[in-house]
């Protein structure tokens, strides 16, 4: 029987069979063989034997559907790949590097069907010795919001990390040809923020069910496509009057404020100039805001090793507040 799908869960991977066996474990012990819910893995050109690897789980796990694209057309490409591929009611993305803990998708799948969203969007924690599998349900919050409002609802909840997303399919594919892909990782974004702005709700941010990330996505990626490509896409969103000025304004010092410095000091640190953003361009992006000349622009002026030092630091100093607590 070929019974519609009321969840697609789309995994995204490039190059990394080994992190991807363990997310379709886990996702497959809390899918496999429940009505309601199918599994999509698009794989963008791997290089590292994936291909192989799948053709091998299939034989165990025939149920997974398995697509490998015919060249690499970055994450964008593979995220409107992902959406054309998927049969169900909703997309939920996953990330190939990711964990969903025990009962995630059965939270996720009750939270659709009860209040029949245009957009879920739960809580993610960086896997850690401290936060696993076992130790997440006492660590989740009570948080639990449901927007009529796109603009707030995008500006609360960020929508930034893919695993945590979850989609109106048919809502989703009314933008989908309005997405250019390239190298940077924003297509899902887009699409979440175009149909929060544009459909009908409700929106619901729902901390009380989270995901775990199964490494630290900090520094340099997350620079270019969780900070730049973030504040380019407001400004793209202001420029479509589909948000105020001043909400863009709140939303670039937030970030200057907070997460622009910190991934700055990471990159910095690390030495990754494929990633690294040149000042030019990040004055471009931020230098109409007071913050960036504070708290960003003398990161690039320091010698690398002392921001190496100095993110030592930082996370021996966090460290500490965290055993405190």
Not at 96 to 114: M, N
Request: some cysteine.
């Amino acid at each position: 029987m070929n019974k519609t799908p009321f969840l697609s869960i789309c995994i995204l991977t490039y190059n990394r069979k080994s992190t991807l066996r363990a997310a379709l474990d886990a996702i497959l012990a809390q899918v496999e063989g429940v009505d309601g819910y199918e599994v999509v893995v698009s794989d963008n050109d791997s290089q590292d034997g994936t291909e192989a690897f799948m053709t091998e789980y299939l034989l165990v796990h025939p149920s997974v559907r398995y697509y490998r694209n015919e060249s690499n057309v970055w994450v964008s490409g593979n995220v409107q790949k992902s959406i054309e591929r998927a049969r169900g009611e909703y997309v939920a993305f996953f990330s190939d590097d990711d964990i969903p803990p025990p009962g995630f998708f059965q939270a996720i799948s009750e939270r659709l069907h009860a209040r029949k969203p245009t957009i879920l969007y739960v809580d993610h924690k960086l896997m850690t010795d401290e936060v696993t599998c076992e130790s997440i349900a006492g660590l989740t919050s009570s948080f639990t919001k449901e927007y009529e409002e796109g603009a707030s609802y995008i500006y609360e909840a960020d929508l930034g990390f893919i695993s945590a997303l979850t989609l109106r399919r048919n809502e989703a594919l009314k933008f989908l040809y309005e997405i250019v892909p390239g190298e940077d990782c924003g297509a899902f974004l887009e699409i979440a923020f175009h149909m929060a702005l544009t459909c009908k709700g409700p929106f619901i941010y729902d901390k009380t069910i989270c995901v775990l990330a199964g490494r630290d996505e900090g520094g340099a990626p997350i620079l270019i496509a969780g900070c730049v490509n973030i504040a380019k896409l407001y400004k793209t969103l202001a420029a479509k009057h589909l948000i105020p000025q001043s909400l863009v304004d709140r939303f670039i010092t937030r970030q200057l404020l907070r997460s622009v410095p910190k991934n700055t000091l990471h990159t910095r640190s690390k030495g990754m100039p494929r990633w690294e953003c040149s000042v030019k361009e990040m004055t471009s992006c931020y230098g109409k805001y007071w913050p960036f000349y504070v708290l960003v622009l003398p990161i690039y002026l320091i010698p690398r090793w002392f921001c190496r030092w100095a993110y030592a630091l930082r996370n021996r100093l966090k460290g500490r507040l965290k055993s405190i607590r």
